[in-house]
């Protein structure tokens, strides 16, 4: 079955940076274009930044402009997310999400905190 797993997240100071990893299995990983989500304490959840199949292409929420990076390895099946200048307010869980068609999987999530 189609799994995903996120790794990465912890306790970061404000204006640190902090690397985020998923690695997928059970599926096509290559057929499918990746998301980073995060929901944080009493908000909904909100998208991050997306990657097409191939990693040729990608988009940002308007927050994450200019400070995340997302990349992807279709070899090794994973996808990453690089976030630099991180504020207090991007505490939240992280979550990894695949997407195909009507097709969605999750991830479990990983805690991100951002505080002195």
């Known amino acids: 079955q189609a799994q995903l797993v996120e790794s990465g997240g912890g306790l970061v100071q404000p204006g640190g940076s902090l690397r985020l990893s998923c690695a997928a299995s059970?599926?096509?990983?290559?057929?499918?274009?990746m998301s980073w989500y995060r929901q944080a304490p009493g908000k909904e959840r909100e998208l991050v930044a997306t990657i097409s199949t191939s990693g040729g292409s990608t988009n940002y929420a308007g927050s994450a402009k200019g400070r995340f990076t997302i990349s992807r390895d279709n070899v090794k099946k994973t996808v990453s997310l690089q976030m630099n200048s991180l504020t207090p307010e991007e505490t939240a869980v992280y979550y990894c999400s695949a997407v195909r068609g009507s097709v969605r999987y999750w991830g479990q999530g990983t805690q991100v905190t951002v505080s002195l």
């Open positions: 059970g599926f096509m990983f290559s057929w499918y274009s």
